[in-house]
């Protein structure tokens, strides 16, 4: 079953601490996407990714960072440095890069601060 | 910077009813545009893709049109059903550098009621 997973589903932060949040894909996606949504809001861009070993920052990339080990993953870590990290986090990809291809989302992390 | 505008924030309608959601954007220099369907809770899906150069694009009881020049775009759904209610975000896409972005709107929560 092809498809993107996300973990946890919930996560918990508490104050100064650093989270990851997990992205996973199977889909052979050479791009990777992190958005952020936060209530009656649209999504904004975190961080993308086109291939392994780079990324590059999107809108609201302070307090954020990623890293592009592999073609199938593209985990984020909001660092303490995030004041205001409490939101839904989504991942996406597509098949290729620059391509203007669709999106396919993975079902998102809810990151709650403690 | 683009802003992408969708109206009306909410619409409730009666089961078996036409509707249109509308989505406008300020700077018509888009690649494509995507409307993406999203549930409570969970990850976006993809409804329809329209390429800058196209007008319209359907998906069984979805058609989706695109005006460039006006900075407009429209979902229309037919006769539509309990099934259909959800969050429906517009967003635009640009490409620049061998890069691909989406600019989203904040949505249109539908509620269709039976």
């Known amino acids: 079953d092809g498809g993107i997973t996300q973990s946890p589903k919930y996560l918990f932060r508490k104050e100064g601490q650093n989270v990851t949040l997990s992205c996973e894909q199977n889909?052979?996606?050479?791009?990777m996407y992190w958005y952020r949504q936060d209530p009656g809001q649209g999504l904004r861009l975190i961080y993308y990714?086109?291939?392994?070993?780079?990324?590059q920052k999107g809108d609201i990339a302070e307090g954020y960072s990623v890293s592009r080990e592999k073609k199938e993953s593209f985990p984020l870590t909001v660092t303490s440095a995030q004041k205001n990290p409490t939101a839904f986090y989504l991942c996406?990809?597509?098949?290729?890069?620059?391509?203007?291809?669709?999106?396919?989302f993975g079902p998102g992390t809810r990151l709650l601060v403690l | 910077k683009q802003e992408v505008t969708q109206i009306p924030a909410a619409l409730s309608v009666p089961e078996g009813e036409n509707l249109v959601l509308n989505c406008s954007f300020t700077?018509?220099?888009?690649?494509?545009l995507q409307w993406f369907r999203q549930d409570p809770g969970k990850g976006l899906t993809s409804l329809l893709l329209?390429?800058?150069?196209?007008r319209e694009q359907t998906s069984g009881r979805l058609n989706a049109s695109l005006d460039k020049s006006s900075g407009r775009s429209t979902l229309y759904i037919a006769a539509s059903q309990p099934g259909d209610s959800a969050t429906y975000l517009c967003?635009?896409?640009?490409?620049?550098?061998?890069?691909?972005?989406?600019?989203f709107g904040k949505g249109t929560k539908l509620s269709v009621i039976p």
């Open positions: 967003a635009v896409g640009r490409r620049g550098a061998g890069s691909y972005q989406l600019t």
């Open positions: 329209i390429q800058s150069s196209q």
């Open positions: 889909l052979n996606h050479d791009a």
């Open positions: 700077d018509s220099a888009i690649y494509n």
């Open positions: 996406a990809s597509t098949p290729r890069q620059g391509a203007g291809e669709t999106q396919y």
């Open positions: 990714s086109q291939i392994v070993n780079d990324f």
